[in-house]
């Protein structure tokens, strides 16, 4: 039992009167009761350990989908890693998801920190990286609430073609923080169309590339919006080759990491990056590797900014996020160093004309269009009539792309999503087709 919490009846009475509910059933009350399991029975029974290994086996075998072509997107993309990769991961001093309370001590962990931040700063354009947050998600929403402190403003402009799943942990965000979220259309090209800005605006949010998939152009966004902040939600992978947003003037460049030598592993763990201008470096969250010397002049490394609690007063903390994705950072630290520029240039270009190559021939097949003519790159929404027929006949093909449901929130009901990445053969965009042309 903890000695640090309550555990005998006083002490719960006590802990409930001072936080002044009724009971412990009180405390559950937010959530729904068709969704709670504390009062229902759960309809387990004892089995031996065989015959659960043998259940457990049979239900990830059929949720595996194992033999499918992944033409997965929506965020997460089934990129090739390198076993290299994997190699340096399972090494004793590395293989670990937390970092040490004493990092200094760990010099090789601050010395892989430092090298991800910079990576992190030449893909985005930007000064200063911290060493990984938790995802894309909190990346992004922990972003908007740096723009708020720096800013004043109450106001974030969101873009109706963002990926659906971050605009829901934006909103919890902001609900927390008394923030109110502006929508901003998409044009029929399926790009932000940005009308005006409204007092007290402290952040627009753009999605590069967006959950349609289409590019957005950047130029002259950063100019319109004053002194509020423009902040990028950016895929990697297409950052090789395409201008970052820090050369459009983003005050924060955030995104999610996951392509970067890490599987898609059923949604997680995932790896957010966090980059922004110097000026900003106090009120970035997370913490900071930094280069240094030591007393004999040797290079040295040292954790230079940590927002925890721990270390500086509540009032003066940036976020509750105190630590970092360290396992996961780590693995996009050597993915990176393994392919370098020219490799990291060579996924993305194969990513975009792979992707290109099948968008053109699924568009010729009768019944199947591109509803939005911007510029993509490797993730594209195809239009037809029953989209949900087009999904399973893809299925039943031995091909996995996200259902058509997924494109609901953004307005779309009669397509679905297509992503293609370096690891789709020609035979199996052979195969994508035949399938859609099949009866």
């Not at 990769?85 to 309370?101: D, K, M, N, Q």
Request: net charge negative; with cysteine.
């Amino acid at each position: 039992m903890n000695p640090y919490l309550p555990h005998t009846p006083g002490d719960i009475r006590s802990m409930l009167d001072a936080i002044g509910v009724s009971d412990v059933d009180a405390l559950f009350s937010d959530i729904p009761a068709h969704v709670q399991s504390r009062n229902r029975p759960l309809g387990l029974s004892a089995r031996d350990d065989l015959a659960v290994h043998r259940h457990l086996t049979t239900l990830a075998e059929r949720s595996t989908g194992r033999g499918l072509i992944p033409f997965l997107g929506g965020g997460l993309y089934d990129h090739f890693i390198p076993s290299v990769v994997g190699h340096i991961l399972s090494r004793s001093e590395f293989f670990t998801a937390y970092t040490p309370y004493q990092p200094e001590v760990s010099q090789g962990t601050l010395t892989w920190m430092f090298e991800y931040q910079t990576m992190i700063c030449e893909l985005t354009g930007m000064e200063v990286a911290n060493a990984s947050m938790y995802d894309g998600a909190t990346a992004l929403a922990e972003a908007v609430l740096m723009a708020h402190r720096a800013t004043g403003g109450k106001v974030v402009l969101v873009p109706c073609s963002l990926h659906p799943r971050l605009r829901e942990v934006l909103s919890t965000y902001a609900w927390g923080a008394g923030l109110a979220l502006h929508d901003v259309p998409y044009t029929e090209a399926g790009r932000l169309a940005l009308d005006g800005v409204p007092d007290g605006t402290c952040a627009l949010i753009v999605q590069q590339p967006n959950a349609l998939g289409v590019l957005e152009n950047l130029a002259g966004m950063k100019e319109r919006l004053g002194k509020a902040f423009l902040i990028a939600s950016a895929s990697p992978i297409p950052l090789a080759v395409i201008e970052p947003p820090g050369f459009f003037g983003a005050d924060v460049v955030v995104g999610e990491g996951q392509p970067l030598g890490n599987p898609l592993s059923f949604g997680g763990p995932l790896l957010g990056f966090f980059a922004t201008r110097m000026e900003h470096l106090r009120r970035m969250p997370g913490r900071v590797s930094g280069q240094t010397q030591d007393a004999d002049g040797k290079t040295g490394y040292v954790m230079t900014f940590q927002t925890r609690e721990q270390h500086i007063r509540r009032e003066g903390a940036t976020s509750n996020i105190c630590t970092n994705s360290a396992l996961c950072a780590l693995a996009a630290t050597v993915y990176l160093a393994a392919l370098g520029p020219d490799g990291l240039r060579r996924v993305a270009l194969l990513s975009y004309e792979r992707a290109h190559d099948l968008a053109s021939r699924i568009a010729a097949i009768p019944g199947y269009s591109l509803p939005f003519r911007g510029p993509f790159f490797h993730e594209f929404v195809v239009r037809c009539a029953d989209p949900e027929r087009a999904v399973r006949k893809l299925r039943q093909a031995g091909i996995a792309v996200l259902p058509p449901s997924f494109l609901h929130p953004l307005g779309v009901h009669d397509g679905f999503i297509v992503a293609v990445t370096e690891k789709r053969t020609p035979e199996e965009l052979d195969r994508f087709v035949v399938a859609l042309e099949g009866k």
